[in-house]
């Protein structure tokens, strides 16, 4: 077999393992649109303000630092202490379910019954204020994450299928993103046993299938709202983790939630397996294009193909490979 | 007591038509005209109290061009209910194609430059228009984020669009009108300001008119159910691509006066990236969905906000420049949610009920 059928293969398997990545921000967006048809912008930004709090914790770093040394003169840096990485990501955790109460309290509870598109414009406007807030907690220059998951590629694998072709040194695949995928198999595993196999988890299906009705027979829209948004934080925790893990804390994260829209769109806005299948066929086109089309146009696609992927497809399929039907009436 | 109509009788049709039927808002009009028009371009001409680049390029020329800007995303978003994230790319489809037309037909008056940029624009925009028919709503909003990253990687990548130079840059020649020079390094502060001051008055005019007239309503009617608006007789297809063409051909305008008039040269991915889009949707939302004023006003808060902060932070209490500009998101951010909470409609609903109450005043019921 030629060394080009086998660099098609890596080039498959690492754009499944990018798609994978995608569809841990799209999951979050998943989660709370089905729960409160809220089309939540900020997932992006959560995922970051999840990443920069947690390494925030770890290395000990005293919050709004440079806006107290600015406004008292001081000095403060870092209060001197390590936290061991698990008890920074419980605390972490704790961050986000905070966080969640309180867009539930400040924000959705003064939105209710509004039309989408303006729920829609106010999660725009709560990611501009979480970039700027988290910008000022924790300072804005790239902080190395460091949880303690194997990087770099693949020795063992590398070595195990080099010289399977002519001119073949062996599959190049980055240990993150094979944690990346575990974890994601994992995660996803966990919210559909949740969600259908607990009472709170039946509650939630309950509130997306219909909230007046759900409402009537005694639940509690806000505690789902309160629920769903914590569990979209520790999602975004997740894929905090595992891009900055990758690329380091940096703004550009929050941008990874523009990728994920088109994830939704191919896979439907409520549907979870959706969200990894969709991230999947995203990974794997972009990076397929990149790799046959790209040279000859400029490269850089990725940049764009997953949007006009995406737009194709839905001028056939307008809901989606796994969204519910959309049904209109006058 | 004293804005009111009672008494402002209409004794022809052209009279009960005009664009300020009610006597104090056409005297209001004819003041703010007569500031703009004359006493601002006076002002900057003799420099008065010094900085007249200063105000021009920071808060003027910013002003008129996001206000030219947002009128178009208005009608796209506000009237036609269609949303938007792509605006940033039609920016910079109208900037690219003033640059072509100027390199290409040196003689050509920047005023049809301007104008067949707008037309250009607004070509791209039905074409990127077309998907609306199928999907709606947020499926919409992401697609149009295809055009936008799709037209920056364009320009970004094919030399074509900036005529093979080096840096990847374009930047604007010099054009005159009547003699005055608008473009380039050397064109007086009031005399870019009024090319912009003019078309900004023509094209509100133009879009306040399109909006209250049959193609304004039909927008309207497929943006408050569309599917009932087709059983009425509203074509969709034609209602939907106009829409996306004006609203293009005044973003497009936007565009090419922002790189040609007000900034000079431009990097694509920088001027036009996707940030741009949502300051635009911000200048809307605060403005007021729906709302020719409320668009002209948006774009006033959202381009003086920043400058007043940072003249406050930077200025005033000594801090540092990205400390005022992290703390430039957070007001951003919590204003926007502040204003969706209190007034969904944005400051043009404000105005709206303080004219109510205004006719009623000093003696309510």
């Not at chain 1, 196999?197 to 505690?223: C, E, F, H, M, P």
């Not at chain 2, 009932?228 to 939907?240: D, F, M, N, Q, S």
């Not at chain 2, 911000?282 to 729906?290: D, R």
Request: charged share 10%.
């Amino acid at each position: 077999m030629p060394a080009t059928f086998f660099y098609t293969i890596e080039v498959i398997a690492n754009g499944l393992m990018t798609g994978v990545m995608y569809s841990l921000v799209a999951l979050g967006f998943v989660l709370i649109f089905k729960a409160s048809g809220v089309f939540n912008y900020a997932q992006g930004v959560m995922a970051l303000f999840a990443a920069l709090t947690l390494v925030g914790i770890q290395t000990g770093q005293v919050p709004f630092a440079h806006l107290i040394n600015t406004i008292f003169g001081t000095h403060y840096d870092k209060f001197g202490w390590q936290v061991p990485t698990l008890v920074a990501i419980l605390l972490a955790l704790g961050v986000m379910i905070l966080f969640a109460y309180l867009v539930e309290r400040l924000i959705l509870k003064h939105l209710v019954n509004q039309d989408p598109i303006i729920l829609f414009m106010a999660t725009i406007g709560l990611a501009y204020f979480m970039e700027g807030f988290g910008d000022l907690m924790w300072g804005s220059d790239i902080k190395k994450l460091d949880v303690g998951l194997p990087q770099g590629g693949n020795l063992w694998l590398e070595g195990a299928t080099a010289g399977w072709a002519e001119g073949f040194y062996g599959f190049y695949l980055d240990n993150l993103d094979m944690w990346a995928t575990a974890i994601a198999v994992v995660l996803v595993a966990s919210l559909m046993f949740f969600s259908n196999y607990t009472k709170t988890g039946r509650a939630l299906r309950a509130v997306a299938d219909d909230n007046q009705a759900a409402l009537s027979v005694g639940i509690s829209l806000r505690t789902i709202w309160v629920i769903v948004w914590s569990l979209a934080g520790f999602v975004a925790l997740v894929a905090g983790i595992m891009w900055g893990a990758k690329s380091g804390v940096q703004f550009s994260l929050s941008l990874i939630a523009l990728k994920a829209l088109p994830v939704l769109m191919l896979g439907g806005f409520t549907s979870i397996p959706g969200a990894i299948v969709g991230g999947m066929i995203i990974g794997v086109g972009e990076k397929l294009f990149e790799f046959s089309v790209g040279p000859y146009i400029g490269g850089a696609t990725e940049n764009w193909f997953a949007y006009v992927l995406a737009l194709l497809f839905l001028v056939f399929r307008p809901q989606g490979l796994f969204g519910e039907k959309i049904i209109e009436r006058v | 007591m004293f804005y009111r109509e009672a008494g402002d009788y209409k004794k022809t049709y052209a009279e009960d038509t005009q664009t300020f039927p009610i006597k104090l808002d056409r005297m209001g009009y004819y003041a703010i005209l007569a500031i703009a028009l004359i006493v601002i371009p006076v002002m900057l001409a003799n420099d008065v109290g010094g900085g007249a680049n200063y105000w021009a390029n920071a808060i003027l020329l910013p002003f008129l061009i996001w206000a030219i800007a947002s009128i178009g995303l208005n009608v796209l978003v506000g009237y036609c209910g269609q949303l938007s994230l792509g605006s940033g790319g039609f920016m910079a489809v109208g900037a690219y194609a003033s640059y072509k037309l100027m390199t290409s037909f040196p003689d050509l008056n920047i005023v049809f430059v301007v104008i067949l940029s707008g037309i250009v624009t607004a070509l791209v925009g039905i074409m990127f228009g077309l998907p609306s028919l199928r999907i709606k709503g947020f499926y919409l909003a992401v697609a149009t984020l295809a055009a936008q990253f799709f037209l920056v990687w364009m320009f970004n990548k094919v030399p074509w669009f900036y005529n093979y130079s080096a840096s990847g840059q374009i930047s604007s020649p010099t054009r005159t009108i009547f003699g005055f020079e608008v473009t380039g390094a050397t064109a007086t502060p009031e005399a870019r300001y009024l090319f912009c001051l003019a078309l900004l008055i023509a094209l509100a005019w133009v879009a306040h008119n399109l909006t209250r007239g049959r193609i304004g309503r039909s927008w309207m009617a497929i943006r408050d159910m569309d599917i009932a608006a087709e059983i009425i007789g509203v074509a969709p297809l034609r209602t939907k691509l106009s829409a996306f063409g004006v609203s293009s051909f005044f973003v497009g305008i936007a565009g090419a006066l922002f790189f040609s008039v007000y900034l000079g040269a431009v990097e694509v991915g920088e001027a036009f990236g996707i940030q741009k889009s949502f300051l635009l949707l911000f200048m809307i939302i605060i403005g007021g969905l729906g709302s020719i004023f409320g668009s002209i006003i948006g774009a006033a808060f959202m381009v003086l906000m920043p400058v007043l902060l940072k003249n406050i932070m930077v200025g005033q209490l000594g801090w540092a420049t990205d400390i005022a500009a992290h703390f430039e998101f957070v007001i951003v951010g919590a204003l926007i949610i502040i204003f969706l909470i209190l007034e969904p409609h944005g400051i043009a609903q404000l105005w709206r009920l303080l004219k109510e109450k205004l006719r009623l005043w000093p003696f309510p019921h």
